[in-house]
């Protein structure tokens, strides 16, 4: 029973090892594949746990009880608050989450550390993977930047790496302290090995994970409460704090302006619903009407030259926040609180709490609940804390047999979705690689079972306004729009499409929105000169025209020279007739 029982943890271990390698497995239109493939995976081991290593104690703690209420709240909000639909992957991932979670709180003390071991082995690999790339060997996943691990980006590539890396800190410092030297030398190498691609990564918000979980360890281990420190080590601390997070605003200054632009949009979002929020999943698609309002009221704003398209609030509490409203926000919080208790928590409480501490850190900065294997450590490390139990009760063999049946149900119909995600992914390559008239309406056939899927409704609509199926653009583009996301140039796209089915109106409406989304861009700007020009408004025609050709343009590139060189000619031509 016990080398079961280690086999079933170990499983567990090589699933955290493994987890951000599956999703550089697959292209951006297949990626759901990775998030099945772990459902799959841990519905296995769970499987194992509760028919071969039963436990005989179901501990109920503080952090259990409000993760069942945020989790409660999530499906009210889901079912009464959200308008429209939402695609079935996210709560798929969400059902894996809860079975990670509680896998974790299954793993008995004794074995933390094998799966604590497995969070700093998947540093070390994804480590490998990051200087592979930087050495050529590998290609990266992002074409900007030279390092990204089994990420799209380095930030988030940088943000997992921080996670390990405290990780690996926390069980060094343990070692140490218990004189524990080859445990303590080996954490060392790989916390080394971790460190050195955390830097390549150029990751500020995870750097600022790692300083801050470090001071967190440290003060831990020398036995520093907040409340015995002097004012003046406070005052000096502050101090610091302040000029490190001013050297990190300067290092990337524009990228820094635009997180401090989105954030202060996101908080007008937020007042518009705060009690119950917009629905999960609402923010993609409304945070750019918010922009484009932001600067209808403020035209001469600061953040102008940072403005872009957006959809996502690079801070996870003011996603929360705008989804789920006051309400999620307090439960998600109260959850996260209840981590930092005075109880004991296990053996292992500094190392797992320095973990959350940096992914809790990251999460002001980034946006963690897009990336999988990041949002994953948010069931595991919670998970693996030994908090007090508020009740303990027995598990009857009902109770495992009904576990086992929801497992099994949910896999179930996991298959079946996965099912109908494989067949408009394959009939949607067909179409992409032969467009037709045959291939398209296979593609349509299936179009309600992924109609909010993200990265299948931007590839459907954009080759639909590629191959110039302007009627069907005007039938997708709005249901993209209003339930998974917007965007100034889909807009145009949507514009360009009405202008060519002569719906004039329509087309001035969606270039105009476009235009104050975004004002420093110019391609609007011209889709309305288009739109004059061919409507015969010469009055407006020569405005817009005068307006573009004087537009002070960022990046002068040779879609800007075109489109001024244009509209100059535009206005020689007016004159000319003129005289």
């Known amino acids: 029973m016990k080398k079961v029982r280690y086999l079933v943890y170990g499983l567990f271990g090589g699933f955290v090892v493994l987890c951000p390698l599956v999703f550089d497995c697959f292209s951006a239109l297949c990626r759901f594949r990775a998030a099945f493939v772990c459902l799959y995976a841990l519905g296995f081991i769970f499987l194992l746990k509760a028919l071969l290593v039963p436990g005989r104690r179901l501990r109920i703690a503080l952090p259990d009880v409000l993760l069942a209420l ?102 060094a410092i343990r070692a140490v302290r218990r004189r524990r030297w080859p445990s303590a030398a080996g954490w060392a190498v790989a916390v080394l090995v971790v460190g050195c691609l955390l830097a390549l990564s150029d990751s500020r918000a995870a750097w600022l994970a790692v300083l801050l979980a470090l001071a967190w360890l440290l003060c831990r281990a020398a036995g520093i409460r907040w409340t015995g420190i ?40 937020f007042v518009e619903s705060p009690v119950t929020g917009s629905g999960i999943a609402s923010y993609a698609s409304r945070y750019m009407d918010a922009q484009s309002e932001y600067f209808a009221e403020n035209p001469q704003s600061p953040f102008l030259d940072v403005a872009g398209n957006n959809h996502r609030a690079f801070n996870e509490f003011i996603r929360v926040g705008c989804e789920q409203g006051a309400v999620g926000l307090l439960l998600a919080g109260g959850f996260l609180l209840s981590l930092f208790g005075k109880s004991r928590a296990g053996r292992f409480r500094d190392p797992i709490r320095g973990g959350i501490l940096a992914l809790l850190v ?25 908090l007090r139990p508020l009740r303990t009760a027995t598990v009857p063999a009902v109770g495992r047999g009904v576990a086992v049946a929801l497992v099994l149900a949910v896999a179930g119909m ?97 270039f105009a929105q476009a235009r104050q989304m975004i004002p420093t861009r110019i391609y609007p700007r011209y889709c309305l000169f288009r739109l004059y020009r061919s409507q015969g408004d ?22 800007s020279i075109r489109i001024k060189a244009e509209a100059r000619n535009y206005l020689k031509h007016l004159r000319r007739n003129d005289w």
Not at 255 to 263: E, V
Not at 480 to 505: I, M, P, Q, W
Not at 544 to 553: D, G, K, N
Request: glycine share 8%; with cysteine; proline share 5%.
């Open 70 to 171: 945020y989790l409660s709240w999530g499906a009210c909000n889901l079912l009464f608050v959200k308008a429209g639909g939402t695609d079935a992957l996210p709560i798929f991932e969400w059902i894996s989450l809860l079975l990670g979670y509680l896998l974790a709180r299954s793993v008995p003390e004794r074995a933390v550390p094998l799966v604590l071991g497995a969070i700093v082995c998947s540093g070390c690999v994804q480590a490998a993977v990051g200087f592979l790339q930087w050495l050529d060997v590998l290609p990266s996943n992002h074409n900007l930047f030279p390092v990204t691990g089994s990420f799209m980006n380095p930030g988030p590539y940088g943000g997992y790496l921080a996670v390990c890396w405290v990780v690996g800190a926390g069980l």
């Open 230 to 269: 002097p004012v003046g080590l406070k005052i000096a601390a502050a101090v610091v704090f302040a000029g490190v997070l001013c050297a990190l605003y300067g290092y990337k200054k524009g990228s820094a302006d635009a997180r401090l632009l989105i954030w202060r949009v996101s908080c007008r979002m």
């Open 362 to 386: 990251f999460s002001f900065f980034s946006y963690t609940s897009d990336i999988y294997p990041l949002k994953f450590y948010y069931a595991l490390l919670p998970g693996l804390l030994r």
């Open 414 to 510: 996991a298959v079946r979705f996965q099912g109908r995600y494989e067949r408009a992914s394959g009939r949607l390559q067909d179409y992409m690689r032969s467009p037709s008239e045959e291939s398209l309406n296979r593609v349509k056939d299936c179009l309600p079972d992924v109609i909010y899927h993200p990265g299948f409704m931007w590839e459907y609509c954009r080759h639909l306004y590629l191959n110039r199926r302007y009627c069907d653009c005007l039938g997708v583009f709005p249901v993209y729009h209003a339930h998974v996301r917007k965007t100034s140039e889909t807009l145009c796209d949507l514009g360009n499409a009405y202008l060519n089915v002569y719906g004039f109106r329509e087309a001035e409406a969606c």
């Open 538 to 559: 010469t009055l407006r025609a020569r405005q817009t025209a005068e307006a573009l050709v004087a537009f002070p343009v960022r990046i002068m590139n040779s879609t």
